[in-house]
Structures are given as structure tokens and as C-alpha cells.
């Protein structure tokens, strides 16, 4: 079975600074894919970004991208030029490439990220 | 464009009552739908999953059960609430094919008394 681990409970970065949140994961499949979710004080799960194991360009999104090691089963989230909004729980999630009842997503517990002034 | 519904927003409870928690989704056919549960401060607890109307899997023992009664509509219920069933319950859904992510819904905060 997969799991994914997230070693940082919380994290705390200054507006417009950088901040990289960790996600490792296990898994003996070799395609697959990548989530981050971000979940604010609303309690909405929102989808940040994603990423294909089979592709070797690591994922933009604005100023949301990942570095992708498949290697060393490592996702981290990069959030660049951070704001006030970004402050949230973000979870990483791993999803089998087969689909039906195989499509199920697993999830880290979670880090905290908060934006200071 | 896909929607996805869930309600009510919030829900409190006494012990031993009853549990209705609806999931609808609107715009797509065939959907995979989900069920999972988030204890304060936690993550993403999968509790059941359906790729078909009828078609319910459980990923853990426990005192809810669901139900897929039409391909769009999901539900949750329990005969009899339990001090533990106390979280937030979200519902999901996505496409049968594994490159898209899941959706989510806005979320049921239950507390149970």
C-alpha cells in the first residue's frame, strides 16, 4: 500500500518570501500521480497543482511549482512570492494509475502553513 | 461545468440519532464518488468510495455506511450516532479516468452531543 508523509506539522513564512513544503511518499508502482491540496480556515479542499510521474518537467502553476524527484519518491511545494491568502493547510496526495476502484487517493497528514507581515 | 453539492453545511447531533449527509454532483455522468472523514487538526480519512450506482466500497470498519442510490447521488448515514463520529465530512468526486484529480465539496461539520 502507499503511503505519503509529510514531516513538517506547521510552517511559517513572511509575505512575498519563498517557502517549500516537504511530501515523500512510498510507493512500488512506477506511474502515478501527484497532488497538493490546500485547505483554508473555510474547510474547502482546493486542488493547487499536480503532477504525472512520468514526466520529468516538475509542474507551474503561478507561483506554485514542485520539484519532482521520482528517484528519491520526493514532491515538494514551492510557493513563491507568498501571501496572505496562501495561509492554509496544504496536504499531498498520491493517486494509483489504474482507475475504478483503484482511483483513490491517499493523503499526508497535512502541514500548516502560515503568512506573517 | 461539474458542480459538486454537499449539505447540510453544519449538523449537530445528539448520541444515538439517526445520520443523512447528501452528495450531489451536476454535471458530468459516470462519476467516481467519495465519502471521507477529517478529525479536528488531521488528515483525509477515505471512509467509502463508488465507481457505480449500487456500488459501494468500504475502506474502513465503522458505524456509517453509504449508499449510491442514483449514478450522481451519494449519501452517508448512520442508524445510531456515536461520541466518535464527531468531524468534518467531505465528499469527492472524479472522473473514472486516473490522470484527473479529485473535486471536493464544501464540507459537513458534525458534532455530535
Known amino acids: 500500500a502507499q503511503t505519503v508523509t509529510q514531516s513538517q506539522p506547521e510552517m511559517s513564512v513572511q509575505e512575498a518570501e519563498t517557502v517549500t513544503l516537504s511530501c515523500t511518499y512510498d510507493?512500488?508502482?512506477?506511474?502515478?500521480?501527484l497532488f497538493w491540496y490546500k485547505q483554508p480556515p473555510s474547510r474547502q479542499m482546493i486542488l493547487v497543482i499536480r503532477?504525472?510521474?512520468?514526466?520529468?518537467q516538475n509542474a507551474t502553476e503561478n507561483r506554485f511549482s514542485v520539484n519532482f524527484q521520482k528517484a528519491a519518491k520526493s514532491f515538494s511545494l514551492k510557493i513563491s512570492d507568498s501571501q496572505l491568502g496562501d495561509a492554509a493547510m496544504y496536504f499531498c496526495?498520491?493517486?494509483?494509475?489504474?482507475?475504478?476502484?483503484?482511483?483513490?487517493?491517499?493523503f499526508g497528514t497535512g502541514t500548516r502553513l502560515q503568512v506573517t507581515l | 461545468s461539474q458542480t459538486i453539492h454537499q449539505w447540510p453545511a453544519t449538523l449537530v447531533q445528539p448520541v444515538g440519532s439517526p445520520l443523512s449527509l447528501e452528495c450531489t454532483v451536476e454535471g458530468t455522468s459516470n462519476p467516481n464518488l467519495y465519502w471521507y472523514r477529517q478529525a479536528a487538526g488531521r488528515g483525509l480519512q477515505l471512509l467509502f468510495y463508488?465507481?457505480?450506482?449500487?456500488?459501494i466500497s468500504s475502506e474502513v470498519p465503522q458505524n456509517l455506511s453509504a449508499s449510491r442510490p442514483q449514478d450522481r447521488q451519494f449519501i452517508l448515514s448512520s442508524k445510531k450516532l456515536l461520541l466518535s463520529d464527531s468531524g468534518f465530512y467531505l465528499c469527492?468526486?472524479?472522473?473514472?479516468?486516473?490522470?484527473?484529480?479529485?473535486?471536493f465539496g464544501d464540507g459537513t461539520r458534525l458534532s455530535i452531543l
Open positions: 496526495a498520491y493517486r494509483s494509475p489504474a482507475g475504478g476502484t483503484a482511483s483513490k487517493l491517499t
Open positions: 510507493t512500488s508502482e512506477s506511474d502515478y500521480y
Open positions: 463508488s465507481v457505480g450506482i449500487g456500488q
Open positions: 503532477q504525472e510521474a512520468y514526466k520529468q
Open positions: 469527492a468526486w472524479s472522473p473514472d479516468y486516473s490522470n484527473q484529480p479529485q473535486h
